[in-house]
């Protein structure tokens, strides 16, 4: 069965330009007898933005999941993008698609036996660092408890507490209340609440 491929192509300043991209995936995609759907192309975009600054990035991830393709092709992984979180985020969602990923850069190609055995290998790691980063965040958090400090937003003391009911009988707003005694206006919020007896 002939494979359909979205080809996404993407340079980070308006200077650079993607025909290179463009040429080598084109040519790609003829030797392999893939037909090409459609090209989506964010010029001038960083790969560190996310998808909702990326209109053609956003668009492509929206006809995977309408199938439109079989195979996403892609000059580079640092032109899908950046961060860690987010390529995993992407390759996750085509995986569950079951769609495929051409890398031309680094010779990936989930079409063949070796690529798919590479991409499940890029999603073990992916898990593993998810693993590793959730891990040092809970000893970070354990640690700080063993240490004395304590976590979560500060308690408002009693004299506060009333200097604020006091300015909040006064007339003043919760803004400026907040503003004047260097608390958030959640704070405010809830001691005002509680004078109207809510």
């Given amino acids: 069965m002939t494979k359909r491929i979205a080809i996404y192509l993407r340079v980070s300043t308006n200077e650079q ?3 290179n ?3 080598e995936l084109l040519e790609v995609a003829e030797r392999s007898g893939w037909i090409i759907t459609e090209i989506y192309e964010d010029a001038g975009i960083s790969g560190a933005k996310g998808r909702d600054k990326r209109p053609a990035f956003d668009k ?3 006809d995977a999941a309408r199938r439109k ?3 996403v092709g892609a000059w580079s992984v640092d032109r899908l993008g950046r ?3 987010d390529l995993t985020a992407f390759l996750s969602d085509i995986h569950g698609y079951n769609i495929d ?3 031309h850069q680094q010779g990936l190609d989930t079409t063949t036996p070796a690529g798919k055995a590479m991409f499940q290998m890029l999603g ?3 898990e593993f660092e998810r693993a590793m980063i959730r891990d040092r965040v809970n000893s970070g958090l354990l640690r700080a408890k063993a240490n004395g400090v304590i976590l979560g937003r500060r308690k408002t003391n009693k004299s506060t507490e009333k200097a604020i009911r006091e300015t909040l009988a006064n007339g003043n707003g919760i803004l400026k209340t907040a503003k004047l005694h260097g608390v958030g206006t959640s704070v405010v919020q809830r001691l005002s609440l509680e004078m109207r007896g809510k």
Avoid: G
Wanted: proline share 0%; no cysteine; charged share 25%.
């Fill in 101 to 103: 990923l051409y890398l």
């Fill in 83 to 85: 961060s860690l979180q």
């Fill in 21 to 23: 991209q463009r040429r």
């Fill in 17 to 19: 330009t993607t025909e």
């Fill in 69 to 71: 393709f079989d195979i």
């Fill in 124 to 126: 073990v790691f992916a």
């Fill in 60 to 62: 492509l991830l929206k």
